[in-house]
């Protein structure tokens, strides 16, 4: 079973839409979880972190359910400019401690 | 500006050659990494430093090589001994070890 997993997408789905991304995570004992953003060919940037009682940014909802090990961002009212790779990160708590990226998952927003 | 600076964007290498990638940052960061990223998978970690003069490997370090001898700068090496370098090289750093990281521009390095 891979750290993190998510669903490569792509999601494609209209302006306005409400869409939300799932990642699984495998380390019961990761302590700090993040949402990135990357857009083609350019470096990830920070979209926030995940913490015990949710957060929440404008449109953008983060949760944490430690029980079920997954995270999850939901977007509402999408802009075309959300369009965009999300990519979920856990930090390895144990061993070799390090952050674990997930592959991402592709947002497509169309007019 | 704060923030963190890789050079240069682009970079192409012959086989055999070795090529230095840069990063520096001014955001006084402790901990640094190198991430390389390969079309439709995920960043894998190629060595990262906690703090000046220390730096351990990571997970794909076979072929590469790093110095820290100053808190702002994390050079990598990509030796002739790592067989498939062309990639996306990502350097970021956090202000401690696995807290938030932020990332450079990268760099695409690319064998010809």
């Known amino acids: 079973r891979k750290e993190v997993e998510q669903d490569p997408g792509p999601f494609n789905v209209p302006e306005g839409a409400t869409v939300a991304f799932n990642c699984t995570y495998s380390n019961s004992a990761s302590q700090s979880f993040f949402w990135y953003r990357q857009d083609c060919r350019k470096e990830p940037k920070l979209l926030m972190s995940v913490y015990s009682s949710g957060n929440e940014d404008g449109r953008f909802t983060a949760q944490l359910n430690r029980a079920s090990q997954y995270i999850s961002l939901l977007i509402r009212d999408s802009k075309l400019s959300d369009s965009a790779t999300y990519l979920c990160v856990v930090n390895r708590a144990t061993g070799f401690q390090k952050l674990v990226f997930g592959t991402g998952t592709r947002l497509l927003v169309s007019p | 500006d704060g923030g963190i600076t890789q050079s240069p964007k682009y970079l192409f290498r012959k086989e055999g050659q070795n090529v230095t990638l840069s990063c520096e940052q001014n955001?006084?960061?402790?901990?640094m990494y190198w991430y390389r990223q390969d079309p439709g998978q995920g960043l894998r970690l190629i060595y990262y430093?906690?703090?000046?003069?220390?730096?351990q490997k990571g997970d794909i370090a076979e072929g590469y090589s790093v110095s820290r001898e100053k808190k702002e700068s994390f050079p990598l090496t990509v030796t002739s001994a790592q067989k498939n370098p062309t990639a996306f090289y990502l350097c970021a750093s956090s202000i401690k070890i696995n807290t938030e990281a932020f990332f450079g521009q990268g760099t695409r390095l690319t064998v010809v």
């Open positions: 955001l006084n960061h402790d901990a």
């Open positions: 430093s906690q703090i000046v003069n220390d730096f």
